[in-house]
């Protein structure tokens, strides 16, 4: 690459996105990639006038400690390459350069069920535009906290509730507020005008079911505050059911209490599995979102894997300080571990139902 002269292709964009950092968009693929500071000077230079090495040699000529320089720049060319936003194509990635992409994965595979969220989304979140922020905000939170606070006391005095006969009669409740909870995400996305390309069935970490919006380009939304209301806004919704069932509990008597009470149980599981920020959850998302971080999970495994396997490390991670350094491995290693422990659970639960039919 270093004798070919580089280009950003045609289909790329520059726009400005989370916290106001730039990042080069490909129409094509639909992908992201964030650029540093250094990164966006860089690209005035890919215009394809200049080979990859007549960059180096500009961008370093002058430098002190100019093989690293060479080195840095060279990375973050060959990170462009990868990424797919050059007319240069990309090259064969060798195992290591597998290991960082597969690090830096998702890791949920996906069924799309519909394209067409944002449309049904549309009408109500025009309708909610024309509220002020602060009301609209003021009232989600105090919903949710009040809901929150009957479904705990519910919870927490059961007034003779057992779990009935028809238990698993809670269950397909369960899964409407699961739609609720993932049009949620949607609605506040739609609202902030970042588009949602999809809904469907995901497998978390390849073993766990789970109900999915791709909110991809909440990266467009600037503020720290949109990002983290995108990631809550299913739990929040929960909130909102877990006190509905907790005020049934409280007040119905029989099996319809007890099937509220049954349904409060597992309502509080599942708001500490997607609160849980060892998951690449809702809980996580909002961290990571608070803290301006990008694709956090994803580096951490990838510094994970550089340390265990020497595979290389994003042009963009190159220069990380001590204190990060640690955090990505202690980060990455507690969510490796914590995956690895939930998916034994996982499928010694299944072993065992399968032993008992059997």
Not at 34 to 39: C, I, N, S
Not at 53 to 82: C, K, N, S, Y
Not at 102 to 112: A, D, I, T, Y
Not at 241 to 265: E, K
């Amino acid at each position: 690459m270093v004798s070919v002269p580089l280009q950003i292709r045609p289909d790329v964009e520059v726009i400005t996105g989370i916290d106001d950092r730039p990042l080069l968009y490909n129409s094509t693929t639909g992908r992201y990639l964030a650029l540093t500071p250094a990164g966006v000077r860089m690209l005035d230079l890919l215009d394809g006038s200049n080979t990859g090495g007549a960059i180096l040699d500009r961008l370093t000529a002058h430098r002190d400690d100019r093989e690293t320089a060479r080195a840095r720049v060279g990375a973050f060319l060959d990170d462009l390459r990868q990424a797919g936003v050059l007319t240069v194509e990309p090259r064969e990635p060798d195992r290591k350069s597998k290991i960082l992409k597969f690090s830096l994965r998702e890791h949920m595979p996906r069924l799309k069920l519909t394209g067409r969220v944002g449309h049904v989304m549309e009408p109500l979140a025009a309708l909610l535009r024309r509220l002020p922020v602060r009301v609209l905000n003021a009232a989600v939170l105090a919903t949710a906290l009040a809901g929150l606070a009957v479904g705990l006391y519910a919870l927490l005095h059961p007034a003779g509730h057992g779990y009935p006969a028809l238990w698993w009669t809670a269950m397909p409740i369960l899964i409407v507020q699961v739609i609720f909870h993932e049009a949620a995400h949607a609605l506040v996305c739609q609202y902030l005008r970042a588009p949602i390309r999809e809904a469907g069935i995901g497998l978390m970490l390849y073993f766990m079911p789970v109900a999915y919006v791709d909110r991809t380009d909440a990266y467009r939304v600037r503020s720290r505050g949109g990002r983290v209301m995108i990631a809550l806004a299913g739990p929040l919704n929960d909130q909102v059911w877990y006190g509905v069932a907790g005020v049934v509990a409280l007040t119905v008597p029989g099996q319809v209490g007890d099937i509220a009470y049954v349904l409060l149980v597992l309502q509080t599981m599942l708001t500490v599995v997607n609160l849980n920020p060892l998951l690449p959850s809702d809980g996580y998302h909002a961290i990571a979102a608070a803290s301006g971080a990008v694709n956090l999970r994803g580096r951490a495994f990838a510094y994970l894997a550089h340390v265990a396997l020497r595979s290389p490390l994003p042009s963009g991670m190159q220069a990380l300080g001590r204190w990060r350094r640690a955090g990505y491995l202690l980060f990455g290693a507690l969510c490796l571990l914590y995956a690895v422990g939930l998916a034994v659970l996982v499928l010694r639960n299944l072993w065992n139902m399968i032993g008992g039919i059997v």
